[in-house]
């Protein structure tokens, strides 16, 4: 299984503690052979499975198990041989479905104790490679009100007319005015089951949030700019700094109060002690393609290929600039690479304040 090991970026001056989550290759000749212990490792009496319901059949055990037929493949590896490996390891047999056809791995076995162990043995597959998924969605403070994408576009236009010579700097590196947004967290919900089960978590977060708020909306100002590296001179992402305008941080509390109940209910993995929250203006992955997200997608640049940009006039013309003020009422779960009528991502689900 996969180890979260801490990292520290500096962010203005500013030091965050984030965790980076080791990422490993796959390809698909790769062997998705069984990483468990070897085969003369005894099976534990005791171990047994508490989260999952094992019944008693006439002809031993059984337990069903929900996991998306995205993760199907590395519970069977190359040519079957991970399932063959944790059926003779565990002295069970595990039928699964077909490729594509969503539905519940089955594992039957002698004894209640084997059929434990090979369902703990695959939850470790499925919790490893599902790290691996790219996100599907992601819970977001919406910053599209019209007075913010009014302020948006003039700050572009003068970004330009005044910082345009400067290296890197032209309009597709933009933000879409219509999705200006702040990110919470990302969730890889692999079916429509973990959707649902991700807007049951995001609804039963309401009554807290609103307990926070005393059930108004929360007043907010985005003012000034900031970057997340070293060097001003060759920056991808520029962001937009959001206040509380009374000063409180009320929507700090709300945003890792989510964060902590997603991370709780094993649906979201932490990146930051607390959550970073900014607001993207520009990014050098939309560079001449419109259609990539701020987190990348289909067709995005690789690290190597991003063309920086040259953010010191940007940073010392417009350090204090100001887009605006307005009151946030909702978290939104959105849909990644969507759109919905308003030009904003397609909601899977949402919550208010008041």
């Known amino acids: 299984m996969e180890v979260l090991r801490p990292s520290l970026i500096n962010i203005n001056g500013r030091i965050y503690r984030r965790n980076l989550v080791k990422e490993e290759q796959y390809e698909e000749e790769e062997d998705f052979s069984y990483m468990g212990p070897p085969e003369s490792e005894d099976l534990a009496e ?3 499975c508490d989260t999952h319901c ?30 063959k490996r944790l059926e003779a390891e565990t002295k069970t047999s595990i039928i ?25 043995r695959i939850e470790v597959l499925i919790e490893s490679f599902r790290r691996k998924q790219p996100f599907t969605h992601f819970l977001s403070f919406p910053l599209n009100d019209p007075k913010i994408q009014e302020g948006f576009l003039r700050f572009k236009d003068e970004v330009l007319q005044q910082c345009s010579q400067d290296h ?11 999705k200006l947004h702040l990110t919470v967290g ?30 108004k909306p929360i007043p907010l100002e985005v003012t000034g700019i900031e970057y997340m590296n070293d060097d001003p001179g060759m920056v991808d992402v520029l962001y937009a700094k959001v206040s509380v305008k009374d000063g409180s941080d009320t929507l700090q509390v709300i945003a ?11 649906l979201m993995v932490r990146e930051w002690d607390r959550v970073k ?35 010191r006039n940007i940073l010392k013309k417009f350090s204090s600039y100001r887009f605006g003020e307005f009151e946030l009422n909702t978290v939104m779960m959105s849909q990644r690479f969507s759109t919905d009528c308003t030009g904003y991502y397609t909601a899977a689900g949402s919550i208010t304040f008041s």
Not at 196 to 209: D, G, T, Y
Not at 256 to 266: I, K, N, Q, T, Y
């Open 54 to 83: 094992i019944e008693q059949t006439e002809k031993g055990f059984r337990c069903a198990i929900d996991v998306p037929s995205v993760l199907y493949k590395y519970i069977i590896g190359k040519k079957g041989e991970t399932r």
């Open 256 to 266: 890792d109060r989510l964060v902590e109940h997603f991370v709780s209910a094993g």
């Open 186 to 215: 990302t969730l890889a919900l692999l079916n429509e089951m973990e959707v649902r089960k991700a807007c049951e978590h995001l609804q039963e977060c309401q009554s807290v949030i609103r307990d926070i708020t005393e059930g």
């Open 96 to 120: 699964i479905p077909k490729q594509g056809v969503e539905g519940q791995i089955v594992i039957t076995g002698p004894n209640k104790s084997a059929v434990s162990s090979a369902i703990t």
């Open 168 to 178: 890197g700097v032209e309009g597709s590196i933009f933000q879409n005015p219509s």
């Open 277 to 311: 929250l900014h607001g993207t203006v520009m990014n050098t992955l939309f560079r001449k393609d419109s259609t990539v997200e701020e987190s990348g997608g289909p067709g995005r640049q690789t690290t190597s290929e991003r063309e920086s940009f040259d953010a």
């Open 46 to 48: 005791d171990e047994i």
